[in-house]
């Protein structure tokens, strides 16, 4: 992704490409050896990143497996971001009514650089439960319904940037460039995410961008279910259920609101 770096800003966004990196990895942790190939850095200087990481307790070294992982210094941010933000406990009451509703799951997602992540999760009663996504998962923007949702009206400029650098992490979910650009235009015409079965075949999703009216933080409410219950007419009435409950309950008019791009 193309980046506008001011005056020794470099190992900064190496170091945050590193956590990223350790991020996303097995619960067993990660070799410095496959951190220095994905952050296509040389292994002196990522070691030297990895060490002042470690430092100040954002990643833990095991000695005996020789891998790195997330240190509780992240774990005390992130429980400082819920804290400031408070996304999820804000949207609760939204995802509950949306939940009950339509019987099926819904699930809270927020933007995060060049990817999605899952804030919340509420269960509806259908007996068949969609639970595609885990609280905390994360999916590169424009795979699955929130995430496409979060990306669909973005500038087109910044857009372009963001997919082009995603292809590796697009294939792993069956994707290519050319299918997400199809996604992005599909939504901008309908006025609403739609995955119908890309990211798993059984199941269908549709996503909602709803601003927070918290400076220009946007997050994303989406609805899955098994094809079976996600015809076209259905689609639309989830959408419509997403913007009225945002509507009513919290006062926030979902940036495409009755399936009109404003």
């Avoid at 292809?167 to 650009?181: A, F, H, M, P, R």
Wanted: aromatic share 4%; with cysteine; glycine share 8%.
């Amino acid at each position: 992704m193309t980046q506008k770096t001011t005056p020794n800003s470099q190992s900064l966004r190496r170091a945050i490409s590193i956590l990223r990196t350790v991020a996303n990895c097995e619960t067993d942790g990660v070799r410095i050896s496959e951190i220095a190939v994905e952050n296509k850095l040389h292994v002196a200087t990522c070691h030297r990143l990895l060490k002042a990481l470690c430092d100040e307790g954002l990643l833990l070294f095991s000695e005996t497996k020789r891998t790195y992982r997330l240190g509780a210094e992240v774990r005390r941010l992130g429980m400082c971001a819920d804290r400031q933000s408070g996304l999820e406990h804000t949207f609760q009451v939204v995802l509950e009514r949306i939940a009950e509703q339509t019987g099926d799951t819904v699930f809270l997602s927020v933007r995060s650089s060049m990817n999605a992540i899952c804030l919340a999760r509420v269960e509806g009663s259908y007996p068949v439960r969609t639970l595609v996504l885990d609280i905390g998962s994360v999916r590169p923007l424009g795979v699955g319904a929130g995430s496409l949702a979060l990306c669909a009206f973005m500038d087109d400029e910044k857009l372009v940037d963001i997919i082009s650098s995603q292809k590796k992490n697009y294939s792993t979910y069956g994707l290519q460039i050319n299918d997400v650009w199809e996604l992005i235009n599909r939504t901008r015409e309908r006025g609403y995410a739609v995955n119908d079965g890309r990211v798993i075949p059984e199941y269908t999703g549709v996503g909602v961008l709803i601003p927070t009216n918290v400076g220009n933080e946007q997050v994303a409410i989406s609805v899955a279910a098994v094809n079976s219950r996600m015809k076209p007419a259905r689609q639309a009435e989830i959408a419509s259920e997403i913007c009225a409950s945002c509507d009513e309950l919290l006062g926030l008019r979902p940036v495409i609101y009755s399936g009109v791009v404003e």
